[in-house]
Protein backbone atom coordinates (compact mmCIF):
# COMPACT_ATOMS: atom_id res chain seq x y z
CA UNK A 1 0.00 0.00 0.00
CA UNK A 2 1.29 3.72 -1.16
CA UNK A 3 1.69 6.57 0.92
CA UNK A 4 -1.42 8.49 0.21
CA UNK A 5 0.07 11.84 -1.68
CA UNK A 6 -0.50 14.76 0.22
CA UNK A 7 1.23 17.58 -1.53
CA UNK A 8 0.00 20.89 -2.28
CA UNK A 9 -1.18 21.74 -5.29
CA UNK A 10 0.54 23.70 -7.42
CA UNK A 11 -2.03 26.55 -7.72
CA UNK A 12 -3.28 26.47 -4.61
CA UNK A 13 0.91 27.09 -3.27
CA UNK A 14 1.32 29.82 -5.74
CA UNK A 15 -0.68 31.66 -3.27
CA UNK A 16 0.94 30.31 0.09
CA UNK A 17 3.87 31.26 2.01
CA UNK A 18 6.28 28.75 3.40
CA UNK A 19 5.00 28.95 6.67
CA UNK A 20 1.22 28.69 5.31
CA UNK A 21 2.65 25.75 3.22
CA UNK A 22 3.77 24.06 6.37
CA UNK A 23 1.28 24.62 8.03
CA UNK A 24 -1.30 22.91 5.05
CA UNK A 25 0.96 19.71 5.30
CA UNK A 26 0.81 19.60 9.00
CA UNK A 27 -2.97 19.31 9.06
CA UNK A 28 -2.56 17.22 5.62
CA UNK A 29 -0.55 14.86 7.30
CA UNK A 30 -2.55 14.68 10.38
CA UNK A 31 -6.14 13.89 8.75
CA UNK A 32 -3.57 10.79 6.63
CA UNK A 33 -2.77 9.46 10.22
CA UNK A 34 -5.25 6.74 10.41
CA UNK A 35 -4.50 5.24 6.57
CA UNK A 36 -0.88 5.65 7.66
CA UNK A 37 -1.52 3.62 11.18
CA UNK A 38 -1.67 0.42 8.53
CA UNK A 39 2.48 0.34 7.86
CA UNK A 40 2.55 0.26 11.55
CA UNK A 41 0.27 -2.55 11.42
CA UNK A 42 2.61 -4.17 9.13
CA UNK A 43 5.84 -3.42 11.26
CA UNK A 44 7.61 -1.40 8.48
CA UNK A 45 10.55 0.24 10.81
CA UNK A 46 11.37 2.89 8.70
CA UNK A 47 7.17 4.18 8.49
CA UNK A 48 6.95 2.11 12.22
CA UNK A 49 4.15 3.30 14.45
CA UNK A 50 5.46 5.28 17.14
CA UNK A 51 4.23 4.82 20.90
CA UNK A 52 0.66 5.43 21.24
CA UNK A 53 0.35 8.94 23.13
CA UNK A 54 4.10 9.75 22.33
CA UNK A 55 3.36 11.29 18.99
CA UNK A 56 3.95 14.88 17.70
CA UNK A 57 3.75 17.62 15.40
CA UNK A 58 6.25 20.06 14.03
CA UNK A 59 5.45 22.73 16.70
CA UNK A 60 2.92 21.02 18.93
CA UNK A 61 2.95 17.78 20.27
CA UNK A 62 -0.71 15.62 19.99
CA UNK A 63 -1.24 12.70 21.24
CA UNK A 64 -2.06 9.88 19.03
CA UNK A 65 -2.05 6.21 17.88
CA UNK A 66 0.65 4.44 15.66
CA UNK A 67 1.88 5.74 12.91
CA UNK A 68 4.42 6.33 9.96
CA UNK A 69 6.91 9.19 9.71
CA UNK A 70 7.57 9.42 6.02
CA UNK A 71 8.56 12.07 3.83
CA UNK A 72 5.47 13.60 2.39
CA UNK A 73 4.57 11.30 -0.99
CA UNK A 74 7.48 8.92 -0.54
CA UNK A 75 7.41 5.39 0.47
CA UNK A 76 8.36 4.46 3.87
CA UNK A 77 12.00 3.26 4.32
CA UNK A 78 11.85 -0.42 5.55
CA UNK A 79 15.09 -0.45 8.15
CA UNK A 80 15.61 -2.73 11.17
CA UNK A 81 15.52 -0.60 14.80
CA UNK A 82 19.00 -1.85 15.50
CA UNK A 83 20.57 -0.30 12.58
CA UNK A 84 19.15 2.92 13.87
CA UNK A 85 21.52 4.78 16.05
CA UNK A 86 20.13 8.01 18.34
CA UNK A 87 22.75 11.02 18.26
CA UNK A 88 22.61 14.68 18.77
CA UNK A 89 21.57 14.14 22.76
CA UNK A 90 20.78 17.09 25.17
CA UNK A 91 19.72 18.11 28.30
CA UNK A 92 17.64 20.74 29.91
CA UNK A 93 16.10 21.60 32.62
CA UNK A 94 12.47 21.98 33.66
CA UNK A 95 10.90 24.35 35.61
CA UNK A 96 12.80 23.40 38.79
CA UNK A 97 16.60 21.63 37.62
CA UNK A 98 16.39 20.06 41.44
CA UNK A 99 13.61 17.50 40.37
CA UNK A 100 13.01 17.65 36.80
CA UNK A 101 15.48 17.16 33.70
CA UNK A 102 14.53 16.51 29.76
CA UNK A 103 16.44 14.91 27.81
CA UNK A 104 16.27 15.07 23.56
CA UNK A 105 17.90 13.64 21.19
CA UNK A 106 17.56 13.06 17.46
CA UNK A 107 16.92 9.63 14.89
CA UNK A 108 17.97 9.50 11.10
CA UNK A 109 14.70 7.28 10.41
CA UNK A 110 11.51 6.98 12.43
CA UNK A 111 11.47 4.24 14.47
CA UNK A 112 9.15 2.56 17.10
CA UNK A 113 8.14 2.99 20.50
CA UNK A 114 10.94 5.42 21.65
CA UNK A 115 11.86 5.72 25.47
CA UNK A 116 14.51 6.62 27.55
CA UNK A 117 15.63 4.31 30.29
CA UNK A 118 17.10 5.90 33.49
CA UNK A 119 18.85 4.52 36.82
CA UNK A 120 20.98 5.33 39.28
CA UNK A 121 24.06 3.20 38.29
CA UNK A 122 24.80 2.89 34.39
CA UNK A 123 24.58 -1.06 34.87
CA UNK A 124 20.70 -1.06 36.16
CA UNK A 125 18.86 1.73 33.76
CA UNK A 126 15.41 -0.32 35.36
CA UNK A 127 12.97 3.11 34.64
CA UNK A 128 11.45 3.35 31.11
CA UNK A 129 9.71 6.53 30.06
CA UNK A 130 8.00 6.79 26.46
CA UNK A 131 9.75 9.62 24.52
CA UNK A 132 7.44 12.46 22.77
CA UNK A 133 8.27 12.51 18.70
CA UNK A 134 8.08 16.22 17.26
CA UNK A 135 8.86 15.48 13.56
CA UNK A 136 9.43 18.52 11.44
CA UNK A 137 9.37 18.44 7.86
CA UNK A 138 11.16 21.23 6.10
CA UNK A 139 9.90 21.41 2.15
CA UNK A 140 12.26 21.22 -0.95
CA UNK A 141 13.46 25.55 -0.74
CA UNK A 142 15.70 25.10 -4.27
CA UNK A 143 16.84 22.37 -7.11
CA UNK A 144 19.75 21.95 -4.48
CA UNK A 145 17.73 21.69 -1.56
CA UNK A 146 15.38 18.67 -1.36
CA UNK A 147 12.72 18.26 1.05
CA UNK A 148 13.94 16.78 4.68
CA UNK A 149 12.33 15.24 7.50
CA UNK A 150 13.78 15.18 10.48
CA UNK A 151 12.91 12.88 13.71
CA UNK A 152 13.33 14.64 17.55
CA UNK A 153 12.54 12.87 20.66
CA UNK A 154 11.72 14.05 23.86
CA UNK A 155 11.64 12.86 27.43
CA UNK A 156 10.35 14.36 30.92
CA UNK A 157 11.83 12.95 33.84
CA UNK A 158 10.35 14.79 36.98
CA UNK A 159 9.96 14.13 40.26
CA UNK A 160 13.79 13.12 40.67
CA UNK A 161 15.80 13.55 43.68
CA UNK A 162 17.58 17.08 44.72
CA UNK A 163 21.62 16.37 43.91
CA UNK A 164 21.54 13.42 42.98
CA UNK A 165 23.81 11.67 40.02
CA UNK A 166 21.34 10.00 37.25
CA UNK A 167 22.57 7.53 34.11
CA UNK A 168 20.57 7.08 31.12
CA UNK A 169 20.14 5.60 27.88
CA UNK A 170 17.76 6.41 24.83
CA UNK A 171 16.46 3.69 22.57
CA UNK A 172 13.82 2.52 20.83
CA UNK A 173 12.41 -1.16 19.57
CA UNK A 174 15.90 -2.95 18.27
CA UNK A 175 18.01 -0.59 20.33
CA UNK A 176 17.99 -1.33 24.08
CA UNK A 177 20.89 0.91 25.57
CA UNK A 178 20.31 -1.30 29.09
CA UNK A 179 22.13 -4.30 26.68
CA UNK A 180 25.86 -4.77 27.13
CA UNK A 181 26.56 -3.97 23.83
CA UNK A 182 25.67 -0.40 24.00
CA UNK A 183 26.73 0.21 27.24
CA UNK A 184 28.94 3.28 25.31
CA UNK A 185 26.22 4.89 24.63
CA UNK A 186 24.91 5.51 28.36
CA UNK A 187 25.08 8.79 29.56
CA UNK A 188 24.93 10.84 33.05
CA UNK A 189 23.68 14.07 34.61
CA UNK A 190 23.06 15.74 38.23
CA UNK A 191 20.03 17.46 39.50
CA UNK A 192 20.41 20.85 41.22
CA UNK A 193 20.92 20.77 45.21
CA UNK A 194 18.40 20.67 47.92
CA UNK A 195 19.95 23.78 48.91
CA UNK A 196 22.70 26.62 47.54
CA UNK A 197 26.53 25.46 47.37
CA UNK A 198 29.12 26.13 44.99
CA UNK A 199 28.82 25.72 41.41
CA UNK A 200 30.53 26.93 37.90
CA UNK A 201 28.22 27.74 34.48
CA UNK A 202 29.02 28.82 31.29
CA UNK A 203 27.79 30.77 28.43
CA UNK A 204 28.48 32.05 25.23
CA UNK A 205 26.66 33.07 21.79
CA UNK A 206 26.86 32.37 18.08
CA UNK A 207 28.14 29.11 17.64
CA UNK A 208 27.28 27.23 14.23
CA UNK A 209 29.89 24.34 12.91
CA UNK A 210 33.33 24.59 13.53
CA UNK A 211 36.24 23.22 14.71
CA UNK A 212 36.52 26.46 16.95
CA UNK A 213 33.07 25.36 18.09
CA UNK A 214 33.79 22.03 19.41
CA UNK A 215 37.29 23.42 21.02
CA UNK A 216 35.12 25.61 22.95
CA UNK A 217 32.96 22.63 24.03
CA UNK A 218 35.76 20.49 24.91
CA UNK A 219 36.68 23.32 27.37
CA UNK A 220 33.16 23.87 28.71
CA UNK A 221 32.93 19.81 29.21
CA UNK A 222 36.11 20.29 31.03
CA UNK A 223 35.19 22.67 33.23
CA UNK A 224 32.05 20.34 34.77
CA UNK A 225 29.22 22.98 34.77
CA UNK A 226 26.35 22.79 36.21
CA UNK A 227 24.18 24.43 32.89
CA UNK A 228 25.38 26.13 29.97
CA UNK A 229 23.67 29.19 28.89
CA UNK A 230 23.44 29.67 24.92
CA UNK A 231 22.80 33.55 24.02
CA UNK A 232 20.98 32.72 20.71
CA UNK A 233 22.39 32.15 16.60
CA UNK A 234 22.52 28.31 18.06
CA UNK A 235 23.80 26.61 14.36
CA UNK A 236 22.98 28.72 11.58
CA UNK A 237 21.50 26.72 9.00
CA UNK A 238 19.81 29.88 8.43
CA UNK A 239 23.01 31.86 7.34
CA UNK A 240 21.46 35.49 6.51
CA UNK A 241 19.79 35.93 9.65
CA UNK A 242 16.61 38.16 8.51
CA UNK A 243 14.01 35.59 9.44
CA UNK A 244 12.71 35.63 6.19
CA UNK A 245 11.75 33.56 3.71
CA UNK A 246 14.20 34.71 1.60
CA UNK A 247 16.90 33.84 3.81
CA UNK A 248 19.38 31.43 2.73
CA UNK A 249 18.63 27.79 4.55
CA UNK A 250 19.57 24.25 5.29
CA UNK A 251 17.91 22.44 7.72
CA UNK A 252 20.34 19.45 7.51
CA UNK A 253 23.14 21.76 9.01
CA UNK A 254 21.00 20.77 12.68
CA UNK A 255 22.12 17.02 12.24
CA UNK A 256 25.49 18.44 12.35
CA UNK A 257 25.10 20.70 15.02
CA UNK A 258 23.22 18.25 17.55
CA UNK A 259 25.77 15.81 16.62
CA UNK A 260 28.69 18.12 17.36
CA UNK A 261 27.10 19.64 20.76
CA UNK A 262 26.43 16.08 21.39
CA UNK A 263 29.75 16.03 23.28
CA UNK A 264 28.82 18.27 26.19
CA UNK A 265 25.13 18.75 25.68
CA UNK A 266 24.25 14.94 26.85
CA UNK A 267 25.82 15.68 30.51
CA UNK A 268 25.41 19.41 30.56
CA UNK A 269 22.32 20.99 30.66
CA UNK A 270 22.18 23.24 27.49
CA UNK A 271 19.81 26.24 28.26
CA UNK A 272 19.08 28.22 24.78
CA UNK A 273 17.45 31.47 23.98
CA UNK A 274 16.09 32.66 20.51
CA UNK A 275 18.99 35.24 18.20
CA UNK A 276 17.96 36.33 14.30
CA UNK A 277 19.29 33.73 12.90
CA UNK A 278 17.08 31.06 14.62
CA UNK A 279 14.23 32.75 13.39
CA UNK A 280 13.29 30.32 10.52
CA UNK A 281 10.40 31.84 8.14
CA UNK A 282 9.56 28.13 6.84
CA UNK A 283 7.97 26.84 10.18
CA UNK A 284 5.12 28.85 11.83
CA UNK A 285 4.62 30.18 14.57
CA UNK A 286 6.80 33.32 14.21
CA UNK A 287 9.58 30.78 12.37
CA UNK A 288 10.14 29.03 15.65
CA UNK A 289 8.31 25.42 14.92
CA UNK A 290 11.40 23.89 14.41
CA UNK A 291 13.24 25.12 17.57
CA UNK A 292 10.62 23.87 19.37
CA UNK A 293 10.59 20.81 17.65
CA UNK A 294 14.29 20.14 18.89
CA UNK A 295 14.64 21.52 22.31
CA UNK A 296 12.70 20.60 25.46
CA UNK A 297 13.24 24.20 27.78
CA UNK A 298 11.07 24.86 30.52
CA UNK A 299 7.68 25.80 29.78
CA UNK A 300 6.97 28.62 32.66
CA UNK A 301 7.38 31.82 30.23
CA UNK A 302 4.88 31.14 27.37
CA UNK A 303 3.72 28.45 25.56
CA UNK A 304 6.84 27.07 23.97
CA UNK A 305 5.16 26.42 20.50
CA UNK A 306 5.44 30.26 20.35
CA UNK A 307 8.37 31.50 22.13
CA UNK A 308 10.65 28.50 23.05
CA UNK A 309 13.28 30.64 24.29
CA UNK A 310 11.42 32.81 27.16
CA UNK A 311 11.68 30.93 30.43
CA UNK A 312 13.36 31.05 34.08
CA UNK A 313 15.08 28.74 36.66
CA UNK A 314 16.67 28.90 39.94
CA UNK A 315 19.89 27.05 40.53
CA UNK A 316 21.19 26.96 44.00
CA UNK A 317 21.51 30.96 44.88
CA UNK A 318 21.12 31.81 41.13
CA UNK A 319 18.03 33.05 39.45
CA UNK A 320 18.25 33.11 35.60
CA UNK A 321 15.89 34.57 33.18
CA UNK A 322 15.70 34.17 29.25
CA UNK A 323 14.27 36.31 26.87
CA UNK A 324 14.09 36.69 23.28
CA UNK A 325 15.27 39.91 21.73
CA UNK A 326 13.97 39.46 18.11
CA UNK A 327 10.68 40.07 19.64
CA UNK A 328 12.01 43.99 20.53
CA UNK A 329 15.00 44.23 18.23
CA UNK A 330 15.12 47.68 16.13
CA UNK A 331 18.01 46.30 14.36
CA UNK A 332 16.22 43.26 13.02
CA UNK A 333 12.60 43.65 12.92
CA UNK A 334 10.97 40.46 11.55
CA UNK A 335 9.29 39.19 14.84
CA UNK A 336 9.15 42.74 16.59
CA UNK A 337 6.42 42.77 18.82
CA UNK A 338 4.96 39.31 18.56
CA UNK A 339 4.28 39.13 21.72
CA UNK A 340 2.05 42.34 21.94
CA UNK A 341 4.42 43.37 25.14
CA UNK A 342 3.72 40.22 27.10
CA UNK A 343 7.15 39.09 27.35
CA UNK A 344 8.48 42.12 28.86
CA UNK A 345 5.02 42.19 31.51
CA UNK A 346 5.89 38.35 32.22
CA UNK A 347 9.98 39.84 32.60
CA UNK A 348 8.74 42.24 35.32
CA UNK A 349 6.61 40.01 37.25
CA UNK A 350 9.62 37.15 37.47
CA UNK A 351 12.18 39.73 38.19
CA UNK A 352 10.14 41.03 41.19
CA UNK A 353 9.64 37.23 41.94
CA UNK A 354 13.29 36.46 42.15
CA UNK A 355 14.01 39.82 44.33
CA UNK A 356 11.59 38.21 46.69
CA UNK A 357 13.09 34.74 46.84
CA UNK A 358 15.05 34.78 49.98
CA UNK A 359 17.17 31.64 47.90
CA UNK A 360 18.23 34.27 45.43
CA UNK A 361 21.34 36.07 45.58
CA UNK A 362 22.01 36.84 42.04
CA UNK A 363 19.92 36.98 38.70
CA UNK A 364 21.54 36.40 35.69
CA UNK A 365 19.58 37.58 32.24
CA UNK A 366 20.25 36.34 29.30
CA UNK A 367 19.42 36.94 25.68
CA UNK A 368 20.89 37.39 21.85
CA UNK A 369 20.89 41.45 20.98
CA UNK A 370 23.40 43.78 22.36
CA UNK A 371 22.20 45.98 24.71
CA UNK A 372 26.18 47.27 25.19
CA UNK A 373 28.63 46.97 22.32
CA UNK A 374 30.88 48.52 19.90
CA UNK A 375 31.42 46.00 17.66
CA UNK A 376 30.12 45.13 14.07
CA UNK A 377 26.46 44.94 15.12
CA UNK A 378 26.44 47.99 17.87
CA UNK A 379 23.92 48.15 20.72
CA UNK A 380 20.13 47.86 20.28
CA UNK A 381 18.33 50.49 21.29
CA UNK A 382 15.13 48.28 21.14
CA UNK A 383 16.55 46.03 23.88
CA UNK A 384 17.54 49.29 25.71
CA UNK A 385 13.96 50.44 25.37
CA UNK A 386 11.96 47.91 26.53
CA UNK A 387 14.14 46.55 29.17
CA UNK A 388 16.60 48.59 30.70
CA UNK A 389 14.48 50.39 32.88
CA UNK A 390 13.41 46.93 34.34
CA UNK A 391 16.93 45.85 34.46
CA UNK A 392 17.67 48.85 36.52
CA UNK A 393 14.30 48.57 38.79
CA UNK A 394 15.06 44.85 39.92
CA UNK A 395 18.80 45.45 40.46
CA UNK A 396 19.85 42.60 37.59
CA UNK A 397 23.24 41.40 38.92
CA UNK A 398 24.89 40.26 35.66
CA UNK A 399 23.34 40.35 31.76
CA UNK A 400 24.97 38.07 29.55
CA UNK A 401 24.75 38.61 25.32
CA UNK A 402 25.83 37.14 21.86
CA UNK A 403 24.97 38.86 18.50
CA UNK A 404 28.53 40.37 18.14
CA UNK A 405 31.01 37.82 17.50
CA UNK A 406 33.50 39.40 19.92
CA UNK A 407 33.97 39.17 23.65
CA UNK A 408 33.15 42.88 24.78
CA UNK A 409 32.85 43.32 28.43
CA UNK A 410 31.57 46.98 29.90
CA UNK A 411 31.92 48.66 33.37
CA UNK A 412 28.84 48.72 35.66
CA UNK A 413 26.26 50.94 33.86
CA UNK A 414 23.98 52.70 35.88
CA UNK A 415 21.71 55.35 33.94
CA UNK A 416 23.17 54.57 30.74
CA UNK A 417 26.61 56.09 31.80
CA UNK A 418 29.37 54.34 33.99
CA UNK A 419 28.35 53.77 37.16
CA UNK A 420 31.99 52.64 38.24
CA UNK A 421 34.81 50.97 36.74
CA UNK A 422 35.36 47.97 36.79
CA UNK A 423 39.29 47.01 35.30
CA UNK A 424 39.76 43.13 35.32
CA UNK A 425 40.24 41.92 38.50
CA UNK A 426 37.95 44.45 40.08
CA UNK A 427 34.81 43.79 41.79
CA UNK A 428 31.71 45.66 41.49
CA UNK A 429 28.38 46.26 43.76
CA UNK A 430 25.00 46.44 41.49
CA UNK A 431 22.90 47.98 44.01
CA UNK A 432 25.83 50.43 44.13
CA UNK A 433 27.17 50.51 40.83
CA UNK A 434 24.86 49.76 37.99
CA UNK A 435 25.13 46.25 36.12
CA UNK A 436 27.87 44.87 34.24
CA UNK A 437 26.77 43.72 30.58
CA UNK A 438 28.70 40.91 28.50
CA UNK A 439 29.17 40.22 25.24
CA UNK A 440 30.06 36.69 24.63
CA UNK A 441 29.67 36.26 20.71
CA UNK A 442 32.72 33.86 20.44
CA UNK A 443 30.95 30.92 20.17
CA UNK A 444 32.50 29.53 16.80
CA UNK A 445 31.25 31.44 14.23
CA UNK A 446 33.20 33.69 11.92
CA UNK A 447 34.34 36.18 14.20
CA UNK A 448 33.71 39.88 13.76
CA UNK A 449 35.95 43.23 14.82
CA UNK A 450 35.48 46.41 16.63
CA UNK A 451 35.59 50.46 15.49
CA UNK A 452 38.60 51.14 13.17
CA UNK A 453 41.53 51.59 15.44
CA UNK A 454 39.75 50.45 18.14
CA UNK A 455 42.67 47.81 20.01
CA UNK A 456 42.00 44.57 21.82
CA UNK A 457 42.33 45.32 25.67
CA UNK A 458 41.87 42.25 27.87
CA UNK A 459 43.85 40.57 31.04
CA UNK A 460 47.50 40.88 30.94
CA UNK A 461 47.13 43.07 27.27
CA UNK A 462 45.65 46.11 28.74
CA UNK A 463 44.65 48.90 26.59
CA UNK A 464 41.76 51.34 27.66
CA UNK A 465 40.88 53.68 25.88
CA UNK A 466 39.02 56.91 27.53
CA UNK A 467 36.42 56.76 24.72
CA UNK A 468 34.93 54.74 21.77
CA UNK A 469 33.03 56.19 18.63
CA UNK A 470 29.99 53.43 17.82
CA UNK A 471 26.10 53.93 17.50
CA UNK A 472 23.16 52.19 18.34
CA UNK A 473 19.86 51.03 16.33
CA UNK A 474 17.11 53.54 16.50
CA UNK A 475 13.12 52.70 16.15
CA UNK A 476 13.59 53.66 12.82
CA UNK A 477 16.12 51.32 12.10
CA UNK A 478 18.65 53.69 11.69
CA UNK A 479 22.11 53.77 13.10
CA UNK A 480 22.68 56.57 15.65
CA UNK A 481 26.15 57.22 16.51
CA UNK A 482 27.47 57.53 19.99
CA UNK A 483 30.70 58.31 21.73
CA UNK A 484 31.43 55.86 24.62
CA UNK A 485 33.44 55.53 27.62
CA UNK A 486 31.80 52.03 29.00
CA UNK A 487 33.95 49.62 26.86
CA UNK A 488 36.28 47.78 29.36
CA UNK A 489 36.95 44.77 28.45
CA UNK A 490 37.83 43.69 24.53
CA UNK A 491 38.89 40.29 23.06
CA UNK A 492 38.59 39.41 19.25
CA UNK A 493 38.95 35.48 19.31
CA UNK A 494 36.43 32.30 20.11
CA UNK A 495 35.64 32.04 23.37
CA UNK A 496 33.41 32.01 26.05
CA UNK A 497 32.42 32.71 29.65
CA UNK A 498 32.31 30.85 33.09
CA UNK A 499 30.81 32.06 36.12
CA UNK A 500 31.17 30.72 39.76
CA UNK A 501 28.67 30.72 41.97
CA UNK A 502 29.31 30.93 45.44
CA UNK A 503 27.01 31.05 48.77
CA UNK A 504 26.98 31.38 52.11
CA UNK A 505 27.38 34.19 54.32
CA UNK A 506 29.34 35.94 51.69
CA UNK A 507 27.98 35.36 48.22
CA UNK A 508 29.39 36.44 45.42
CA UNK A 509 29.65 35.31 41.12
CA UNK A 510 33.25 35.32 40.31
CA UNK A 511 33.36 36.22 36.56
CA UNK A 512 36.24 34.62 33.85
CA UNK A 513 36.22 35.17 30.42
CA UNK A 514 38.10 31.71 28.69
CA UNK A 515 39.79 31.65 25.16
CA UNK A 516 39.42 29.02 22.97
CA UNK A 517 43.07 28.05 24.04
CA UNK A 518 42.15 27.99 27.93
CA UNK A 519 44.02 31.59 28.20
CA UNK A 520 41.68 33.50 30.93
CA UNK A 521 41.20 37.00 29.08
CA UNK A 522 38.98 38.53 31.76
CA UNK A 523 37.67 38.24 35.33
CA UNK A 524 35.94 40.56 37.99
CA UNK A 525 33.95 39.82 40.32
CA UNK A 526 30.13 40.63 41.62
CA UNK A 527 28.87 41.07 45.31
CA UNK A 528 25.64 42.94 46.26
CA UNK A 529 25.58 45.50 49.09
CA UNK A 530 25.21 43.92 52.55
CA UNK A 531 26.46 40.37 51.78
Not at 32 to 58: D, E, P, Q
Request: glycine fraction near 10%.
Amino acid sequence: METPDVGIPERLARRMSMPEQHAYLRERLSRRRVLAGSFAAAGVAGGAGLLAGSSGSAYAGRAGGARPLAAPGARPVRVDGRHVAPFGRHLAFGADPRTQMRISWQVPLAVRSPYVRVGLTPWDLGRKIPAEVRDLHTPSLSKKLPAVEQYYLHAALDRLEPGTTYYYGVGHDGFDPASPERAATVGSFRTAPARPERFVFTAFGDQGVSYDALANDQLILGLDPAFHLHAGDICYADTTGHGKESDRYDARVWDQFLAQTETVARSVPWMVTTGNHDMEAWYSPNGYGGQYARWSLPDNGFDPRNAPGVYSFRYGNVGVVALDANDVSYEIPANKGYTDGRQTAWLDRRLRELRADDDVDFVVVFFHHCAYSTATHGSDGGVRDAWLPLFARHQVDLVINGHNHVYERTDAIKGGEVGRPVPVGASTDPTRDGIVYVTAGGAGKDLYSFPAGVKDSYEGHVRDRDAIVTFHWTRARVPDPDTVEWSRVRYTGFSFLAVEAAAGPRPRLTVSALAESGERVDRFEIVRGGQ
